[in-house]
């Protein structure tokens, strides 16, 4: 992976008006990888009365995650779009800590690329959520 | 048979209204997106109103996928919610002059949510509706369709299943 790739990706994430909104940045990229990190925000909340953050933001995060994941593979193009996205809640994020997403693509085919993601919250060992999805490979 | 005398209609809309606010008023993420819900009988229309900050691709420009995920997941958990509550809002069970958020039951949590992207999600306003599929005492399974311009024409879709709350005595 060429070191200005992390450089083109990570512009790219925060030329985005609503990774910009969430504040979302990109930690690593490999060849089809990627990490991108969301930090705590009282104005991402979903549950008043615990302070956990909406479903909806770590949907945000996954997306984006996943697709830069694409766009980090050597075989897609820099454009990419979701075609399904399946994320799965196996816990709710604890509240004050910065949600980080990794993301892989793990197969592409001239019109499709196929990635998996899990979040975490700072125990790797324990993940918030996990997410499989289909994106476009444009040509 | 003598027919109950029906309740005045600002009876009616006020009680169904203001558990509908004490539903969604309390949660900031609704309103950071900017999602308001309008209602019609029990029916419910999630409005996404189109801000600079939902869009994903500025050179398209279009709407982040992660903002239509979240807008979907947001219509299916106030969808549900407020299907579960309708009879207690009813019989009123729920009393329309005290309701807020701390007296209703806490929201359903996700499980998992798939979301379909059909077409790209224009940088206007966007509709939602939820249908709940089957809705059982822990489970519930929920669809949600959402379009912009024309109703048929849908630009994405979900399905999604919940955790429902426990049924306490916390209603008043």
Redesign the interface.
Known sequence: MPPDKHKIVGQFIR???????LDMTLTDIGPGTAGVAMPYD????????TGV?????V??????CC?AAVMAHPDAAA?T?????????MR?AIPGQTITARAECYHVTRSVAFVRATATDGDETRPVASATGAFTVES | MVRKRPEPVQVVKQRRDAALNALVEGVPYIRFLGIAFERHGDELTAVLTYDDKLIGNPMLPALHGGVTAAFLETAAIIGLSWSYLWEDIESGKIDPETVSPAHLPRLPKTIDFTVDYLRSGLPRDAYARARVNRQGRRYASVQVEAWQDNRSRLFAQATGHFLMPARTGTLT
């Open positions: 030329a985005l008006p609503h990774c910009r909104a009282e104005r991402l909340i979903g549950d008043p009365e953050i909406h479903g909806g933001a949907s945000a995060l996954m997306d984006t697709g454009l779009a979701t075609i399904d996205l399946r994320i799965d809640y709710p």
